[in-house]
């Protein structure tokens, strides 16, 4: 059923239509699905990703909520304790903070204290990503938080076919799910094939295919690296693009096996580089596949520090792809 | 105080001592009690201690020298009288009292016309306190040593390429393990990375240089280790392909010489192979030639022999002749019986190279094409009938060879690994020496 790889002659949506056809086919399919967040219903987010909705399913599975994230955290955890599958919408992935309580010390720990009695099937999505001139606290990437947690599960689709894929495991799946949608890619077009496929979480897939250097990237930052991957190629290296899909699991293998292949690798996500997803993964690869290395393993995160409204300065703060360029010429020795 | 280090006299009728290998060098910074040596005496070998703290200096004493009881052959000195005696007496072998005197005494980079190096005294402060050889430091203009002359020697000395100032070689992990797969030193290749580290690539090409090398047939001539009664070596058309029969009936008279002259022991070792099971695997995967257990066990044997030379000697003349080679022989069954082709230099060569080289007189030697060359000058044998089933045997030494190794079938077997009973890769095997060169204790070396 599940297909890993789209095909280029499926039809081709955007990545947030790829989202909101992915919510319609699980809440026609099941009538437990719904979705609650600010600003779903009647303006379909602020980013316009969940217009038509409301019209197909009506304000009573598709609700406007009070200005609460921590409200409707609460509401979505016991929604789903009591048998519903709800889809709690957080507009900025920066308002996550004020959830952190019920997702981290009710809906990751519910199952396991309970001795399996209960279970938390919900969904938290909301946004991450830089470069839109939102200032700091709009424009963060705080998906390491929740990967840091035992009992969430973190998707961070790059593709919109990947969104569709993770957003129906993520409905469908028994355990709280947040999955992270950047910004910035929501008017990205690719491939979706008509019908149902799924993509099971802790599958990484490889983007691109190279020998040189391996560029581990997540979200957004995959088409940073595509679009570095092509630079590079004109000098001569020839870069990998590995999405790991899930933070949470996380592909280990896929990502060390590809480091051993190329003996390099860079990690590249748009969360703050100290004590994050770059971090996690560099040091897996660096465990795993030590003893294929030619060169230390390289993070590129966001800058540590607020991340700036001015256009220019925000540019700076996050990896952008001449940056990916430089640092792998670098790791390969071309400089 | 500066300290004379002397050949110890260890035993009580001991007139010499030879010295066996400096585990300091020249230059090196010592503290007392630290091993400094190995001397061989009539009876053993043994670690000799340093008997100061400073810095060793003055080496007269070359490895394999001789040298009689209570000679000086090193001096220790402070770092303050390095700089001293650097300024003043410049490199001089043994004693100091005649120093002075040495007619071969090179004069420092930047004399001054009485023969003394000329630097600033803090110059002369940040020689001592770094360990710099004031002679070895190029002058400005003003033609005295100073301080910063001294700092620039230091900053390009610590980036000696390949080294991070302690000594320690810098590499990859992956150029470390290419390196060690195939047994290449790493400290002989010029690192490509950062301050000079040794990276994959860097190891691929040493590697490949090895196995472009042209193998030496056959040892430089000028050699003592020279086997002056080697019969396999005719001196009549040595180009001329042999016939398959010939060197079969020198082969026969030559084991026949030795099994009936020379008394011969034999040391047997069940080993784990394992670890050289897994080797072969990881090496297979990336060679494009085939690689045999054989081939391995040429570069274990090799690597072996460079550690006890002894095992590595001829016997000629009713002497032990170090060789300074290492040729492996393999003992290559044929039609007709047995030839001994050689892998020359094969401590230096890479796996690859060896592969190439075995199969090479493997191939020649089943066509009935061997040269003279192909089988002159081993050092050492090794007799493999892994292949054929066997599980352990004894082989003839091969005069003048010192040794032969014989190599059963890995085959699995019981063995005990920590307390508990597991099946293992097992091989046997067998060392056979001549009586006059082994000596027992020294062949018996343990991995």
């Known amino acids: 059923m599940s297909m890993l790889k789209p095909s280029p002659t499926d039809r081709v949506l955007t990545f947030s239509e790829a989202i909101r056809e992915a919510i319609a086919e699980e809440m026609r399919r099941d009538p437990t699905v719904f979705i609650m967040g600010e600003d779903v219903a009647e303006a379909g987010t602020v980013f316009k990703v969940l217009v038509g909705l409301v019209e197909e399913f009506g304000p009573q599975r598709v609700i406007d909520s009070p200005i609460s994230e921590a ?68 424009s963060q990437s705080l998906h390491a938080w929740f990967s840091h947690v035992p009992g969430l599960i973190v998707a961070i689709p790059s593709t919109p076919y990947d969104a569709k894929g993770l957003m129906k495991s993520a409905i469908r799946n028994d355990n709280p799910v947040a999955i992270f949608e950047d910004k910035m890619l929501y008017q990205l077009k690719g491939p979706v094939p008509e019908g149902e496929y799924l993509i099971p979480f802790g599958v990484a897939d490889i983007k691109r295919e190279g020998t040189d250097i391996t560029l581990v990237a997540t979200s957004s930052m995959v088409q940073v690296a595509l679009e570095a991957a092509t630079l590079l190629a004109d000098l001569g290296i020839s870069a990998e693009v590995v999405d790991p899909r899930t933070t949470t699991p996380l592909d280990k293998q896929t990502l060390i096996d590809s480091a051993k292949k190329t003996s390099r690798a860079i990690v590249i996500d ?63 020795g071309k400089n | 105080m500066a300290k004379e280090v002397i050949m110890p006299a260890l035993g009580m009728a001991q007139e010499t001592g030879t010295l066996l290998a400096w585990l300091k060098n020249e230059g090196d910074a010592v503290t007392k009690g630290e091993p400094l040596m190995t001397i061989a005496t009539d009876k053993t070998d043994v670690e000799i201690e340093a008997n100061a703290t400073g810095i060793l200096t003055k080496i007269t004493a070359k490895v394999g020298d001789e040298v009689p009881v209570g000679q000086a052959i090193a001096m220790i000195l402070t770092p303050a009288e390095m700089a001293t005696s650097q300024a003043t007496a410049p490199a001089t072998p043994a004693v100091v ?59 390009t000395r610590d980036k000696a390429p390949a080294s991070n100032g302690n000594g320690r070689i810098l590499a990859s992990p992956k150029a470390k393990r290419l390196a060690s797969e195939q047994q290449i030193d790493l400290a002989m290749i010029t690192g490509s990375g950062p301050d000079g580290a040794v990276l994959a690539a860097d190891v691929l090409a040493a590697e490949q240089k090895t196995i472009t090398q042209p193998v030496q047939p056959s040892i430089p001539t000028a050699t003592p280790s020279e086997p002056t009664v080697a019969p396999v070596q005719p001196s009549a058309q040595p180009a001329t392909p042999f016939t398959m029969s010939r060197p079969w009936k020198i082969m026969a008279q030559r084991l026949q010489q030795s099994w009936t002259t020379v008394p011969h022991f034999y040391l047997e070792r069940e080993a784990n192979a394992s670890q050289l ?23 274990l044997v090799a690597v072996a022999l460079r550690k006890h030379p002894r095992v590595n000697a001829s016997w000629i003349d009713e002497n032990i002749v170090l060789n300074d080679q290492i040729n492996v022989g393999l003992a290559v069954a044929v039609e007709e019986g ?27 030697a089943q066509a009935g094409k061997l040269t003279p060359a192909d089988m002159s000058h081993g050092t050492f044998t090794i007799s493999n009938l892994g292949m054929y089933g066997i599980d352990s045997f004894n082989a003839i030494v091969n005069p003048p ?47």
């Open chain 2, 97 to 155: 009292t005649q120093a002075a005197a040495s007619p071969t005494s090179q004069p420092p980079v930047a004399a001054a016309p009485n023969g003394a190096v000329s630097a600033t005294p803090v110059a002369m402060r940040l020689a001592a306190e770094h360990n710099v050889d004031l002679s070895q430091v190029k002058a400005g203009a003003t033609g005295k040593i100073q301080k910063e002359d001294v700092l620039a020697y230091i900053a």
């Open chain 1, 71 to 138: 409200g409707i955290a609460g509401l979505g955890v016991g929604a789903a304790i009591t048998g519903m599958r709800p889809i709690i919408d957080i507009m900025f992935g920066d308002f996550i903070t004020l959830t952190m309580d019920q997702m981290v010390n009710q809906a990751a720990k519910t199952h396991y204290m309970s001795g399996g009695k209960l279970k938390v099937p919900m969904v938290l999505r909301t946004t991450l990503g830089a470069t839109r001139r939102s200032a700091a606290q709009h």
């Open chain 2, 401 to 447: 060879q010192a040794a032969i190794l014989a190599i059963g079938r890995i085959a699995d077997r019981v063995v005990p690994v920590n307390g508990q009973p597991a099946v293992q890769p097992m091989t046997i095997l067998t060392l056979s020496c001549a009586w006059s060169m082994g000596r027992g204790r020294r062949s018996s070396y343990r991995r």
């Open chain 2, 338 to 364: 047995l030839l001994v082709p050689v892998v020359s230099n094969a401590d230096q060569l890479g796996l690859a190279a060896i592969a190439t080289r075995r199969a090479e007189v493997v191939e020649r």
């Open chain 2, 277 to 299: 099971v897994r080797w072969r695997e990881a090496v297979q995967a990336r060679a494009k030639a085939k690689i045999t257990y054989t081939d391995l066990l040429v570069k």
């Open chain 1, 270 to 332: 748009e969360g703050y580089e100290q004590y994050g997803v770059t971090a996690e993964i560099a040091s897996v690869i660096a465990d795993g596949a030590f003893y294929y290395l030619d060169a230390p393993v390289k993070r590129m995160g966001a800058m540590n520090v607020p991340v700036p409204f001015s256009p220019v300065l925000e540019d700076v703060t996050v990896p952008m792809p001449q940056g990916v360029v430089d640092m792998a010429k670098m790791l390969c």
